[in-house]
Nanobody, 126 residues
Framework: QVQLQESGPGLVKPSQTLSLTCTVS??????????WSWIRQPPGKGLEWMGV???????YYNPSLKSRTSISRDTSKNQFSLQLRSVTPEDTAVYYC??????????????????WGQGTQVTVSS
């Protein structure tokens, strides 16, 4: 059974960097064709795709967030991470990591993401 678990601070101050890690079990983040995304949901709004790191380490980002976002991985720990720089209160959201079989940059057919973390609330506030 594939499981994903987000971890990181629940409170970040404005202008700082939000850092989250997704720990994966039951599958390898280097499994061929797998793609590992970060997705968020602000309060009262829909899901927003933020970016993805594919099995080969290539990364792709939502153009609206690209200047502030970095996704990296640690294959020895089977983890991938999100950094979102210069956060504002508008970045307050539940943040999810999710797996998809096959890379589809920016895909919003959420049912095709076969495994999700439980989500972690991040609040940006001073």
């Amino acid at each position: 059974q594939v499981q994903l678990q987000e971890s990181g601070p629940g409170l970040v101050k404005p202008s700082q960097t939000l850092s989250l890690t997704c720990t994966v079990s039951g599958d390898s983040i280097t499994t061929s064709t797998s793609a590992w995304s970060w997705i968020r949901q602000p309060p009262g709004k829909g899901l927003e795709w933020m970016g993805v790191i594919a099995y080969d380490g290539s990364t792709y980002y939502n153009p609206s967030l690209k200047s502030r976002t970095s996704i990296s991985r640690d294959t020895s720990k089977n983890q991938f991470s999100l950094q979102l720089r210069s956060v504002t209160p508008e970045d307050t959201a539940v943040y999810y990591c999710a797996r998809r079989d096959g890379l589809r940059v920016g895909a919003q057919d959420w049912d095709e993401y076969d495994y999700w973390g439980q989500g972690t609330q991040v609040t940006v506030s001073s």
